[in-house]
T-cell receptor, first 110, second 113 residues
Framework: LAKITQPISMDSYEGQEVNITCSHN???????ITWYQQFPSQGPRFIIQ???TKVTNEVASLFIPADRKSSTLSLPRVSLSDTAVYYC???????????FGAGTTVTVRA | EPEVTQTPSHQVTQMGQEVILRCVPI?????FYWYRQILGQKVEFLVS????????KSEIFDDQFSVERPDGSNFTLKIRSTKLEDSAMYFC???????????FGPGTRLTVT
């Protein structure tokens, strides 16, 4: 199981770009990197998933370097409603379960 | 957009009582899950269910827990004899494949007194 390290918390201001870097040094060849978001008292919500290079969707971008030992979730132009906990997860396509860590609490201020 | 629903939103029960938490997964999904989150702690996997049987379970999912898909739409988690430490938010999730995106419900807050 890949060991995940991500910052405990990050502060930002509205309109800024937020980049959260996740370290997963012992990621396996078949593992994907997935990010979830969780608001207080709600279930986690899928944001983005990638294997290598860059993935972009309407919500975020995910940058994965060639060695895949880390990844960076980029949230463009955050708003107050982006205040949440963001989880980096690593697992392969045959995994049934999601293994959540403590996540990164992102606080966006006006 | 299809969504996972859960009932009740909040359940209060006395220690030793049985509770059943209900979930309606997204209709064309094949994989179903239960997770729990104790207040202030991380989300923990309990069990996954596929093809009418448990595919994986965690150490938390002991003999006091059971899951069932009684019909084509519901997915339930039963706790036979609740303990104080079962107090948590319980999330149901579903997916159409393994390893990919799981869709979570809004959760049931279980309070055991």
């Amino acid at each position: 199981l890949a060991k995940i390290t991500q910052p405990i918390s990050m502060d930002s201001y509205e309109g800024q770009e937020v980049n959260i870097t996740c370290s997963h040094n012992n990621i396996a060849t078949n593992d994907y990197i997935t990010w979830y978001q969780q608001f207080p008292s709600q279930g986690p919500r899928f944001i983005i998933q990638g294997y290598k290079t860059k993935v972009t969707n309407e919500v975020a971008s995910l940058f994965i370097p060639a060695d895949r030992k880390s990844s960076t979730l980029s949230l463009p132009r955050v708003s107050l409603s982006d205040t949440a906990v963001y989880y980096c997860l690593v697992g392969d396509e045959n995994d049934y379960k999601l293994s959540f860590g403590a996540g990164t609490t992102v606080t966006v201020r006006a | 957009e299809p969504e996972v629903t859960q009932t009740p939103s909040h359940q209060v029960t006395q220690m030793g009582q049985e509770v059943i938490l209900r979930c309606v997964p997204i209709s064309n999904h094949l994989y179903f899950y239960w997770y729990r989150q104790i207040l202030g702690q991380k989300v923990e996997f309990l069990v996954s269910f596929y093809n009418n049987e448990i595919s994986e379970k965690s150490e938390i999912f002991d003999d006091q827990f059971s899951v069932e898909r009684p019909d084509g739409s519901n997915f339930t988690l039963k706790i036979r004899s609740t303990k104080l430490e079962d107090s948590a938010m319980y999330f149901c999730a579903s997916s159409d494949t393994t390893g990919g995106e799981q869709y979570f419900g809004p959760g049931t807050r279980l309070t055991v007194t």
